[in-house]
């Protein structure tokens, strides 16, 4: 027997001189727990025989139909739904007029003498304890159970079949009447710990596995998209999906992604960089609540706060001004903040803010800050004022140093680090919001948007303004634009489609953005946008293009207590 039971086991198929014959092996293993051992080896010796080939051929062989079987859904129970159900059995109550089956993944093995075996059970972030009493599984002896259970391991997926019970040390279990049956089998030793970053970069799927914090991370993130999405509808806002390909890209300053179609020869096509311009155009067609969460594209570069395919949540709502967004946005807010109580394992917790925020009004906090008046920033003077604000203060002049830019760095430099708990910067320049509606400050008397930026720990958030609806005056603000070209600013033209559309009449509308990602981040308490991203930034994602073929994990990075049969 005990020679028999090593084409059985996962750890020898290393020693097996080809693939085929390592395939069998495990194959062999998946047999022994679904037949019985005393009247199947002779099947099982012939398949070892024969398993090469079979191989030859693309057809499945029964071999293949044996180890991995389908099953009937409806008769298994999920452990979720087993705990809610069951959750109300006292310690040392067992429902034996019930038989519950219920798969999942093992997650731990270990003995008790010779008769009580115990396997961990994980499906869904919820565990349950099967418990295996020799004496009481029907149709066996122990040598087969025995077999059985030396034949599991760790990371194999299985089925159980039994009756609710609640141990005498409280822990909700099922009593197994049947042996475990294989369902699906895991060919690599699973470690306890994956700790290497780069590791755990290139198989993400180990890294969500085997670390509950990736997981609930990816968790909190679909719930983050459900609340706003249900906040939004709540209000009576009805999702779109707009255009991800188009023949050009606005909505915001950025450089696009460049592509081309078999349909259109020779004709450039840009990924969007927003969805702004499409939505507003829904709102002249009649929607006046409308709002849209989906992928942009910017082809710049990738840090700690920045992928360059992104997630963002965009709505337009008709008649309403910035104070309303300003309110709505406070108590989005304050509902997210309570979401990432739910998770244990990422061991933080955004405060939940007390509304209103503080708000910073862009010129004078920038004025106060530099102890020296703005320039007019519509003057011809604007410029080399602001060079010289920068030499006299020794600030570093950035690369491609247009009037949006200086004023960005200058904000980065003296508002957004005041920013910590959650406060609006108020009424920024015109020339940094070329789609809001402007007005003339009533203290600085300079042109400004009717905007707000909400930052929090110093990163933006949510940029929400009152949204220009006059032809004219939006025609001004794409000329100015195309002053201000750069790597990233990169239009040689303004948008007459979206101009003569305008022309139908826009109502006076409040726009709201937010970076999905980035919100993820804060509630995670993450520092890195790969964290909250399946499979991590652009960067990771090339990288698994060029990856070995194989899936196992480096051995440095396994060792003999991070890997085994126990949690």
Same mark, same amino acid.
């Given at each position: 027997?005990?020679?028999?039971?090593?084409?059985?086991?996962?750890?020898?198929?290393? @020693?097996?001189?080809?693939?085929?014959?390592?395939?069998?092996?495990?194959?062999? @293993?998946?047999?022994?727990?679904?037949?019985?051992?005393?009247?199947?080896?002779?099947?099982?010796?012939?398949?070892?025989?024969?398993?090469?080939?079979?191989?030859?051929?693309?057809?499945?062989?029964?071999?293949?139909?044996?180890?991995?079987?389908?099953?009937?859904?409806?008769?298994?129970?999920?452990?979720?739904?087993?705990?809610?159900?069951?959750?109300?059995?006292?310690?040392?109550?067992?429902?034996?007029?019930?038989?519950?089956?219920?798969?999942?993944?093992?997650?731990?093995?270990?003995?008790?003498?010779?008769?009580? @075996? #115990?396997?961990?059970?994980?499906?869904?972030?919820?565990?349950?304890?099967?418990?295996?009493?020799?004496?009481?599984?029907?149709?066996?002896?122990?040598?087969?159970?025995?077999?059985?259970?030396?034949?599991?391991?760790?990371?194999?997926?299985?089925?159980?079949?039994?009756?609710?019970?609640?141990?005498?040390?409280?822990?909700?279990?099922?009593?197994?009447?049947?042996?475990?049956?294989?369902?699906?089998?895991?060919?690599?030793?699973?470690?306890?710990?994956?700790? /290497?970053?780069?590791?755990?970069?290139?198989?993400?799927?180990? /890294?969500?596995?085997?670390?509950?914090?990736?997981?609930?991370?990816?968790?909190?993130?679909?719930?983050?998209?459900?609340?706003?999405?249900?906040?939004?509808?709540?209000?009576?806002?009805?999702?779109?999906?707009?255009?991800?390909?188009?023949?050009?890209?606005?909505? =915001?300053?950025?450089?696009?992604?460049?592509?081309?179609?078999?349909?259109?020869?020779?004709?450039?096509?840009?990924?969007?960089?927003?969805?702004?311009?499409?939505?507003?155009?829904?709102?002249?067609?009649?929607?006046?609540?409308?709002?849209?969460?989906?992928?942009?594209?910017?082809?710049?570069?990738?840090?700690?706060?920045?992928?360059?395919? #992104?997630?963002?949540?965009?709505?337009?709502?008709?008649? =309403?001004?910035?104070?309303?967004?300003?309110?709505?946005?406070?108590?989005?807010?304050?509902?997210?903040?309570?979401?990432?109580?739910?998770?244990?394992?990422?061991?933080?917790?955004?405060?939940?803010?007390?509304?209103?925020?503080?708000?910073?009004?862009?010129?004078?906090?920038?004025? =106060?800050?530099?102890?020296?008046?703005?320039?007019?920033?519509?003057?011809?003077?604007?410029?080399?004022?602001?060079?010289?604000?920068?030499?006299?203060?020794?600030?570093?002049?950035?690369?491609?140093?247009?009037?949006?830019?200086?004023? /960005?760095?200058?904000?980065?430099?003296?508002?957004?680090?005041?920013?910590? /708990?959650?406060?609006?910067?108020?009424?920024?320049?015109?020339?940094?919001?070329?789609?809001?509606?402007?007005?003339?400050?009533?203290?600085?008397?300079?042109?400004?948007? =009717?905007?707000?930026?909400?930052?929090?720990?110093?990163?933006?958030?949510?940029?929400?303004?009152?949204?220009?609806?006059?032809?004219?005056?939006?025609?001004?603000?794409?000329?100015?634009?195309?002053?201000?070209?750069?790597?990233?600013?990169?239009?040689?033209?303004?948008?007459?489609?979206?101009?003569?559309?305008?022309?139908?009449?826009?109502?006076?509308?409040?726009?709201?953005?937010?970076?999905?990602? @980035?919100?993820?981040?804060?509630?995670?308490?993450?520092?890195?946008?790969?964290?909250?991203?399946?499979?991590?930034?652009?960067?990771?994602?090339?990288?698994?293009?060029?990856?070995?073929?194989?899936?196992?994990?480096?051995?440095?990075?396994?060792?003999?207590?991070?890997?085994?049969?126990?949690?």
């Amino acid at each position: 027997m005990s020679v028999f039971l090593q084409f059985l086991r996962p750890s020898l198929l290393i @020693r097996c001189r080809t693939p085929r014959i390592a395939v069998a092996s495990a194959h062999l @293993r998946f047999y022994s727990i679904t037949h019985s051992l005393s009247t199947k080896r002779k099947q099982i010796a012939k398949a070892i025989e024969t398993h090469e080939s079979h191989a030859q051929s693309n057809e499945p062989t029964t071999l293949e139909e044996f180890t991995y079987p389908r099953i009937v859904a409806s008769q298994n129970v999920g452990l979720e739904d087993f705990r809610k159900t069951y959750g109300y059995l006292k310690s040392g109550e067992t429902l034996d007029e019930l038989s519950v089956t219920i798969c999942g993944r093992i997650h731990s093995l270990r003995t008790s003498g010779t008769a009580l @075996r #115990f396997i961990d059970v994980a499906q869904d972030g919820h565990w349950i304890q099967a418990i295996s009493d020799s004496s009481l599984l029907s149709g066996t002896n122990h040598l087969e159970v025995a077999a059985v259970f030396k034949g599991l391991k760790r990371g194999d997926i299985i089925s159980v079949r039994g009756r609710p019970h609640r141990n005498q040390n409280g822990v909700l279990s099922i009593l197994l009447s049947d042996l475990p049956k294989l369902l699906s089998v895991c060919l690599h030793p699973m470690p306890k710990v994956l700790l /290497d970053e780069q590791t755990r970069k290139g198989n993400r799927h180990i /890294d969500f596995l085997v670390n509950p914090q990736p997981r609930d991370i990816i968790r909190l993130r679909s719930q983050v998209i459900n609340y706003i999405r249900q906040f939004l509808i709540d209000q009576n806002h009805v999702e779109i999906q707009t255009p991800i390909l188009a023949e050009r890209a606005g909505g =915001a300053v950025a450089r696009p992604f460049l592509t081309t179609s078999t349909e259109f020869s020779g004709r450039e096509l840009c990924l969007r960089i927003a969805p702004e311009l499409w939505l507003k155009r829904l709102v002249i067609g009649g929607f006046d609540r409308v709002f849209e969460i989906g992928p942009s594209f910017r082809n710049e570069g990738l840090d700690l706060a920045h992928n360059p395919e #992104f997630t963002t949540c965009e709505f337009y709502r008709t008649y =309403a001004d910035l104070e309303e967004l300003i309110d709505t946005t406070e108590r989005m807010i304050c509902g997210l903040a309570k979401l990432s109580r739910a998770y244990k394992s990422l061991n933080f917790q955004l405060p939940i803010p007390s509304s209103p925020f503080p708000r910073l009004d862009f010129i004078p906090e920038l004025e =106060a800050a530099i102890n020296r008046p703005v320039p007019d920033l519509t003057s011809q003077d604007a410029l080399p004022g602001l060079l010289q604000i920068f030499k006299d203060s020794d600030i570093a002049i950035p690369h491609s140093p247009t009037l949006p830019r200086l004023l /960005d760095k200058l904000s980065a430099l003296y508002l957004e680090p005041k920013c910590s /708990d959650p406060t609006f910067i108020i009424n920024h320049p015109e020339c940094l919001s070329p789609l809001s509606k402007s007005f003339i400050h009533p203290k600085c008397k300079q042109r400004v948007a =009717a905007r707000a930026e909400l930052f929090i720990k110093g990163h933006e958030i949510v940029n929400t303004y009152e949204e220009e609806n006059s032809p004219t005056q939006q025609r001004r603000k794409f000329i100015e634009q195309l002053l201000y070209r750069d790597e990233e600013n990169t239009a040689t033209s303004i948008d007459e489609n979206y101009l003569q559309a305008l022309e139908w009449g826009l109502p006076p509308t409040g726009g709201w953005g937010c970076g999905i990602d @980035r919100l993820c981040m804060l509630l995670s308490g993450t520092n890195r946008i790969g964290d909250v991203l399946p499979f991590g930034t652009l960067r990771n994602v090339v990288s698994l293009g060029h990856s070995n073929k194989s899936a196992s994990i480096p051995s440095r990075y396994l060792s003999r207590d991070l890997v085994g049969d126990k949690l």
